[in-house]
């Protein structure tokens, strides 16, 4: 006979009146038969599953002791609620080290949402810490980490689990910069301890929170920090050589933002010309084997020609567009170019500027926004992105270089890494004794891959996609601006210009920049048509102003 739960309610209402064995008996019967068994206790002694699981894992019988949790958390042994508890914590445990990082992740995640009301809580946190060197950033283990307070912190501020300490507060002020919460999360990575192995790490998003809030200063101490650490061997940097740049590149371009001055009454824009010079230090201190020295050299010229050295901003120009970096993407420097020439008055070179941004240009634009369309969804697009990878996508080589490098940034390869993970994972689950992979664990293993696995090619796709639209609205802002200088040229040639335009060309032609300095230090060697590697990065092209003839 089948019941529903009102039957079951009104059976056991006329049951209780009867005081026979054979009632009781029928009551038993009629609840167990309903599938709704009677609470388990909130405590008592462990089942003899989960005591022989405690066993197994003391022994480091992870798998076996895995097997015995999952049937304890899935309600099988009818242990009390705190026994269960108990064994989902060590499953989680017992997962990761089978490394099972995806499936502990999901175990500890579900006791994280449970908050206080979880017996291991406060303990679970020092396994997400653990997690967080096994599993890239994608994984979300820093929203987790983000479900405790400061006070829970705590616990690990001592001699012994120092370092734990200073990992979790860096975690936890990463989740407050996530969440916008810059002036907290500057907190947090100012107790990152000097010795710590996150310290530099901790410095640097110090600065990029203090850039956020619009201070140069505090962010100009965090980023000389990273500097200074570095150069006195700070341990637990992976890649030393890396964030060095990266400090130095911050730096610059702190430095560039503060010289450009606005007067808030006048709306007048000045320049500070040692900002300006520090700038140009910090930038020169990216060498030319470093994978940031191209960027440092474009946005150098930009700076270079604010200080009106306009021979120096060409010569950088003129290495980035050597034989050397024929993959090298920097539309922006012919709109440099072309503002430079007609800067000077040099109308026909600015035109001819112009005319090569289209030319090279215009296509680009029309491709990249041609193939977007062929992409329905993120799926298809995270496809897209293996194939760019792997060299396999079919592009022209008008764009394969330009598009290779937008979805080549460290935060999108390290989407691609978790997906890779997650697959490495399916795949060692897939090579596990039979009675392992066949049970309900196993099933579980599976479906917790799955899910993450699905859900990380749709952000990494997703990811992908918007790379891939911030390259085309970008160009579409070079063009904007290139129709700008278009205009002005036609001012110009009407003889309409602007009185600012006018004084900024007066200016020009008094400006010792137009030509090419040579001191003690240089020598002056013409160029042939032939490049020379290590040539790189001091070419000078003199400008000679034709304003006022």
Known sequence: MRHDRRSVCVLVAILSSVTSVAGAQDMVFSVEET?????????????????NALRLYQQERYMESAVQFQRVVEGETQDAPANVQKAQFFLG?????????????????EITQQGQGHNYFGQTLQWLAQLATQLPEPA????????????????????????????????????????????????????VSRQSDHFVYARFFEGISHVRLRRAQPAIQSFRAITEAIAEGVSGVEDTQRMRDLAWLSLARVYYTAANRTNAETGERSIDGTLLGNAVASWQQVGQGS?????????????????????????????????YFDDAYYPEALVLKAVIFFSA??????????????????????????????????QQFFEFLQRVRSGEANLSPRIRGVVASALSDRTLLRHVEYVRLLEAEEARLNQSPAEFRNSSLGARILQDIFVAKSF???????????????????????????????????????????????EQQTAVARSGGLNVEVDEEHQMWPFDGEYWRDELGFYRQQVTSQCGR
């Open 291 to 323: 994978e940031y020295w191209l960027d440092a050299l474009f946005e150098e010229s930009w700076a270079f020609f604010l200080a009106d050295q306009y021979s120096r901003a060409m010569g950088n120009v003129h290495t980035l567009y050597s034989p």
């Open 35 to 51: 599938g709704q068994p009677p609470a388990p206790p909130a405590e008592g002694p462990p089942s003899e599953a989960l005591a």
């Open 456 to 502: 990380a090619i749709d952000q990494t796709g997703d990811l992908a996609r918007g790379r891939y639209n911030r390259l085309i609205d970008e160009l579409g802002e070079l063009m904007n601006q290139v129709d700008t200088v278009e205009l002005e040229i036609a001012t110009f040639q009407r003889g309409q210009l602007s009185q600012e335009m006018q």
């Open 345 to 378: 008055c040099q109308v026909e070179n600015a035109e001819a500027m112009v005319a090569l941004f289209h030319e090279r240009y215009d296509p680009v634009q029309a491709e990249l926004q041609s193939t977007l369309q062929q992409f329905e969804d993120n």
């Open 93 to 109: 445990k017992a997962l990761y080290h089978l490394r099972y990082y995806q499936s502990a992740l999901a175990i500890f995640d």
């Open 140 to 191: 979300g283990i820093i929203e987790k980490v983000g479900r405790y307070g400061a006070a829970e912190l705590e616990q690990f501020n001592t001699s012994e689990s120092r370092d734990l300490y200073n990992h979790l507060i860096y975690l936890m002020g990463r989740f407050k910069y996530g969440q916008g919460e810059f002036d907290e999360a500057i907190a947090l990575f100012q107790q």
